[in-house]
């Protein structure tokens, strides 16, 4: 299962790396995401996928899962959500008044 | 702007909104011991508001909702971190939580937790800054 | 157990929501914002006593104990950085107050502000790795609105660049942190001291810790500072200068933080990297300096240079190596923001920021001509002020671990440094009067007391270095010996 995961990382990596070179911002942040989900991914691999119950009070399990990397996750998550919110509310802003969302276009001149 | 005339979100809607804001709740309550909390009831919630963006125009909404969502969101914080203040009072380390069991009139014996109010904190600030995302990026025209 | 040590994070967070609730009052947030930076100095100058006399000081927070729960942990090291960036901190906001504009100060400019710092102060008390991360984050995403707060063209343009390079680092960040995770089970800084120490450092370990180099290199600016130019010199001035002044110097902590007490096993592998990442990042900073004309770029090039110095301290790895670093940390820090409020002035005041373009401004403003003279030797470490302390201890280390090359790279940019910062005063401040007091675009009134604070606080620095030797000893002394840090986290003899 482990093995699984890891390659799952590799693909969504690659994706999200072709599309983050590609020119379009839109483009750009769907790769940000999708590598977000591809590190999201890893941590919960890295930190063993589930050898036990949940680890909630109430439950009678001899062994719990290790719930530090699915706190890790969580607030990964919620960073994640954050910054890809403002990164698009941003980019949008940009369009508008830049009027473009080619990075080629947005490299920018040095006397400006 | 031309008046939207989607008859069937909008019955759905009407009824669909009051069940997600009774999930949000539920999910919300049964976070203490259950999987459910502050963060995702905040979510749920802020959908169910943002359904409503769809259904309804965002003016209509705002109309009805007089709220600045970004307070919201500043006011969950501080909730959330004054929590953690509460504890310096009782010199115990900062975001201590301690619970305790009380009788009550109707619910009869029911525990009740300082980690609630932390999570209040938690939904406010979610839904506030949920809000705050999409009120941002769908207003602008 | 002390409360205290979560002060200077929560001061800035209250308040900080308290001016949201409140948007309209411009002038209570500003007086609010100054006594939150001051209540943080004070509580931190207070927890600096307390560690001298008591050693380091942590709080777990919640009562879950390390490496379980979330620690925080206050060191000489972050204990002065602290001071510094409150310091620092007020005078920015000084100068902001006449500078930043109506309208960002209505679109939350002091709110932002203060949960930027709270990031910053975050890093630098934070005791586990994933907890630095997410202060990195709050810090982060403060400074990706600051950036683009006013949204003019260059502004927009700019901080996209900037947020794309900084997402990315934060998911190498987080791969890293992934990969730690599962190789030593633990993230807390003093429990991965003691696993790494264990398990030994071995290839796998090493390769790891180069990732995490990777990742704070990106937030340094060390050699991965293609993105850093463009970004710091888009913003207006006060935030520039607080940039400057202190996110750089938030990747150089988490470094130092990094190869002192967890991946200090394999010196030639890892600080070796780091010298050689430190020598070329001086080099192409210098080149930079010296080669443009334009007083923003000048400016921003030597922010590069200075992170490149005091990695080459750090990358000595010996005790003098170690203080000078810390000498030349407070230092920069100061003394970077007290360049790039001068040369924002400059900017402010004759609207233009190419130095072809100026000449003369001494006549009309002598003051502010010999504070940038003084904060221009400050920068390239003249004696007696506060930068020449630190060059000769990085230097003396460097030459102790033997790394001449690396001591000599660093004396020799120092002269490029000198002589970019001396063209800027020489093209800017002497020469023909071109322009006239009416002609100029705004006055220097109330610009000149959060630079005169800081330029006296340079030489105060540079003379009275005696009074601060003691604690930069303290802190040097804990980055050196590993377990003294380990011992005050995780209590005396601890199990692996």
């Known amino acids: 299962m482990e093995t699984l995961m890891c390659l799952l990382v590799g693909v969504l990596f690659t994706i999200g790396t072709y599309l983050i070179l590609t020119k379009s911002l839109l483009r750009i942040i769907l790769g940000t995401s999708i590598v977000g989900h591809g590190v999201n991914l890893l941590i919960i691999t890295m930190g063993g996928l589930k050898k036990g119950g949940p680890p909630l009070l109430g439950l009678k399990n001899l062994t719990y899962t290790d719930s530090l990397p699915q706190a890790l996750l969580l607030t990964a998550i919620v960073i994640n959500f954050a910054t890809t919110a403002l990164f698009l509310v941003l980019s949008y802003r940009a369009y508008i008044v830049l009027g473009t969302d080619d990075t080629e276009q947005l490299r920018g001149k040095e006397d400006e | 702007m031309k008046e939207p005339n989607d008859i069937i979100i909008r019955s759905v809607a009407k009824v669909a909104v009051v069940i997600i804001f009774t999930f949000a709740i539920n999910l919300f309550i049964s976070g203490h011991h259950y999987p459910g909390g502050g963060f995702i009831g905040g979510l749920a919630f802020a959908s169910a508001v943002i359904l409503l963006f769809l259904t309804f125009d965002i003016e209509t909404v705002r109309k009805n909702i007089p709220l600045d969502f970004k307070v919201v969101a500043a006011i969950g914080v501080l909730i959330a971190v004054l929590t953690g203040v509460g504890s310096l009072l009782f010199d115990v380390p900062f975001l201590s939580q301690s619970f305790g069991y009380f009788n009550l009139p109707v619910f009869g014996k029911t525990e009740l937790a300082t980690a609630v109010l932390f999570d209040i904190g938690v939904a406010l600030a979610v839904i506030g800054t949920a809000l705050t995302i999409i009120m941002s990026i769908g207003d602008d025209r | ?496």
């Open chain 3, 1 to 496: 157990m002390n409360n205290f040590v979560i002060l200077p994070i929560i001061i800035p967070v209250i308040i900080g929501m308290v001016m949201i609730i409140f948007r309209k009052q411009i002038k209570l947030q500003r007086y609010l914002s100054l006594v939150a930076m001051a209540a943080v100095g004070i509580v931190t100058i207070y927890l600096m006593l307390q560690i001298k006399s008591e050693g380091i000081q942590t709080l777990h927070l919640g009562g879950w104990v390390a490496p379980f729960g979330v620690t925080m942990v206050v060191d000489m090291l972050a204990a002065l950085l602290i001071t510094t960036t409150s310091i620092v901190a007020f005078c920015c906001l000084l100068y902001a107050f006449r500078t930043i504009g109506k309208e960002r100060e209505q679109f939350y400019f002091y709110p932002l502000f203060l949960f930027l710092i709270t990031g910053v102060i975050g890093s630098f008390m934070t005791g586990d790795v994933f907890n630095l991360f997410v202060c990195f984050e709050v810090m982060l995403v403060a400074s990706y609105v600051l950036i683009s707060l006013g949204g003019t063209k260059i502004q927009l343009r700019e901080s996209i660049k900037y947020i794309l390079i900084n997402i990315l680092s934060s998911f190498l960040f987080l791969v890293a942190i992934a990969f730690l995770y599962a190789m030593t089970g633990t993230l807390n800084f003093a429990h991965l001291s003691l696993r790494v120490a264990e398990v030994g450092q071995g290839g796998l370990m090493t390769t790891v810790a180069i990732l995490f180099l990777i990742v704070f290199s990106l937030k340094a600016g060390l050699f991965l500072f293609f993105w850093l130019p463009g970004a710091y010199s888009a913003p207006p001035t006060a935030i520039s200068a607080i940039f400057a002044a202190l996110l750089t110097k938030v990747g150089i902590y988490a470094i130092v933080r990094m190869f002192t007490l967890v991946f200090y096993h394999e010196p030639e592998v890892t600080h070796l990297f780091i010298g050689i990442l430190a020598a070329i990042t001086m080099i192409l900073g210098a080149v930079g300096a010296v080669a443009f004309w334009d007083i923003k770029r000048i400016l921003t090039y030597n922010v590069i240079v200075g992170v490149g110095f005091i990695l080459a301290g750090v990358a000595s790895f010996t005790t003098v190596g170690m203080t000078g670093a810390l000498y030349y940390l407070i230092h920069d820090m100061i003394v970077k923001a007290l360049i790039f409020l001068l040369g924002g002035t400059v900017i402010y005041l004759t609207g233009t920021s190419n130095l072809r373009d100026l000449s003369g401004l001494i006549r009309l403003h002598p003051q502010l001509g010999w504070m940038f003279f003084i904060a221009a030797l400050s920068l390239s470490g003249i004696p007696p002020l506060s930068g020449f302390l630190g060059k000769l201890f990085i230097s003396e280390g460097t030459f102790e671990a033997g790394y001449f090359w690396l001591g000599a790279i660093g004396l020799f940019t120092s002269l490029m440094v000198l002589y970019s910062i001396m063209k800027v005063f020489m093209n800017a401040f002497w020469g023909y009067t071109v322009i006239k007091e009416e002609e100029e675009q705004g006055t220097t009134a109330g610009l000149l007391l959060p630079i005169g604070i800081l330029t006296a606080l340079t030489i105060a620095l540079g003379i009275g270095i005696q009074a601060i030797h003691a604690y930069v000893d303290l802190a040097v002394e804990v980055l050196m010996n590993p377990s003294i840090y380990i011992e005050a986290v995780l209590g005396l003899n601890p199990k692996p």
